[in-house]
């Protein structure tokens, strides 16, 4: 079957203010910021650009501000010829916004106004955007929202990958059974895995089978790992990383990207890792993403 789209990511599309300081300030106190710059950003828009650059066709639907119409964001992800003629746009909100903080350690702590993405669960079900792709990620952004993208997509036989990433605080066991009972792919962090494990009382073994025949966790400069049939340890490629905001999304979207054209697992790792090690090489999660060639190279080295 051919589609128009080969991902639709939903969740967040947000503007981001990276800031670089020495070390986090305890309460009722300050720290002075090295570096600060604005960068375009949210989960779902990292995944659909760096998707996009990888050569594959992404879709996105995500809430934003009135403040999104015309601006440099949204004509750079036409640009891209990404498809963004669902997305939402709340008139009188403003369109969301992340503040990390990124320490001298790489430790980051981040606060995410959501503006107009609080009105994500008034809204229906995109169903025409959902039948018009070959999978749908479900990225950071509301848990009802994303659960009844997810639940239609698996309707359909769509391929769903889950990444609750920060948001996994906002899905109550219930909620997050349910997703995860329909998803193919499962990406998180450890600590985001580990947590998943925690709340649902089960090992990795166990949410294996009650969904997520794929768990891919994320370790950072460690690497990563591979649950599946058996279980497969990815080697992060060791670069000098400036700042590591973006690493994850551009990983799921290297691994959705290899996934999708039929490789293997081990190679799927492989190569997202070796797409989020262009991406932590600048500040910004879409500043420095590589395309296809440039990548496989990188990992082939």
Partial sequence: MKYENDLLAVGHTALDYIIQINQFPQPNSSTAINNMKTFYGGAAA??????????????LISAVGGDFRGSDYQNCLKGLSIDIEDMIV???EKTP???????????????????????FKDFPTPVKAIKKARAVHLATGDPSFNGKCGEKAHKYNKLVS???GQD???YSPENLR??????????GNHHEINRILQILEMDIKELQDMGPEIIVKTIGKHGSTIYADQEIKIEAKMVDSVDPTG????????????????????????????????????EGCQTNIPNYDIALKRMKE
């Fill in 46 to 59: 990292n995944v659909a650009t760096v998707f996009t650059n990888l050569g594959l066709k992404a879709s």
């Fill in 90 to 92: 709340v008139e009188d």
């Fill in 97 to 119: 916004t992340a503040f990390v903080m990124t320490d001298k350690n790489n430790d980051q702590i981040s606060y995410f106004y959501w503006g107009a993405a609080k009105y």
């Fill in 162 to 164: 889950f990444d609750p």
């Fill in 168 to 170: 996994l605080h906002m």
């Fill in 178 to 187: 349910k997703v995860l009972k329909i998803c193919n792919i499962l990406f």
């Fill in 247 to 282: 690493g994850g999304d551009s990983y799921r979207a290297g691994f959705l990207k290899a996934y999708l054209s039929g490789e293997s697992l081990e190679f799927c790792g492989n190569f997202a890792s070796s797409v989020a090690s262009f991406v932590v090489e600048a």
